[in-house]
């Protein structure tokens, strides 16, 4: 079993639409949270940060954790075609000395 | 702008020889990671450096060495790559390990 677990697509949308991205995982200890964004042939790029349970909004993104059920979520609200990327989860516990476990990647196309 | 190169963004080697790729930073960052992304897979994590002092995960292949010469660069050496070693590779740094991971654009490996 992973210990990260994202459903890898593709998802495709149209323009405007809201976007759910999802992952699970096993590990109890990760505390903090991270969502990348990747273009393609480009690096990550980090989207949103957070630590332990809770919500967190930029702008039309939002990150949600739910630790007691082991999920996270990214919603992308009024989503556009510059938006279409895969989206990476990622974590590391909190005594990590920086090792992040990605999940795999969920490939989102907005088109217009 | 302060950023995280990689060289070259493409390289092809054969089986079995050899291979060096860069990683230069000018963010002035402590810790210098390298993840292999395999197609479709998840970056993972083969050894980082903290300064001078370098941590390899426990199930990175020996065939992968690095080498630090200064704050700046970092290389990731392939002795001798297999067909399996195609990847992309992507360097990161950060500031300290628990503190944001920026990653540069990658090189994409192809072993013939």
């Known amino acids: 079993q992973k210990e990260v677990e994202q459903d890898p697509g593709p998802l495709s949308v149209p323009e405007g639409a809201i976007v759910s991205l999802n992952c699970t995982y096993s590990n109890s200890a990760f505390q903090y949270f991270m969502w990348y964004r990747q273009y393609s042939r480009k690096g990550p790029e980090l989207l949103m940060y957070t630590y332990s349970s809770g919500n967190k909004e930029d702008g039309r993104f939002t990150a949600q954790v739910d630790k007691s059920s082991k999920y996270i979520s990214l919603f992308i609200r009024d989503s556009q075609p510059s938006d279409s990327a895969t989206y990476l989860c990622a974590m590391r516990g909190g005594t990590s000395y920086g090792k992040l476990t990605f999940g795999q990647g969920t490939i989102l196309t907005v088109h217009p | 702008d302060a950023m995280v190169i990689q060289n070259p963004r493409y390289q092809v080697t054969q089986f079995g020889k050899p291979v060096t790729l860069s990683c230069s930073q000018t963010?002035?960052?402590?810790?210098m990671y390298w993840y292999q992304q395999k197609s479709s897979q998840a970056p993972k994590l083969l050894f980082h450096?903290?300064?001078?002092?370098?941590?390899n995960e426990a199930d990175t292949p020996d065939n992968f060495q690095s080498r630090r010469p200064n704050t700046s660069f970092c290389f990731l050496d392939i002795r001798s790559p297999g067909l399996g070693d195609a990847a992309m590779y992507l360097c990161?740094?950060?500031?300290?390990?628990?503190?944001?991971?920026?990653f540069g654009p990658g090189t994409r490996l192809l072993v013939l």
């Open positions: 450096y903290y300064d001078k002092d370098f941590n």
């Open positions: 990161a740094t950060s500031r300290d390990r628990t503190e944001t991971q920026y």
């Open positions: 963010l002035n960052h402590n810790v």
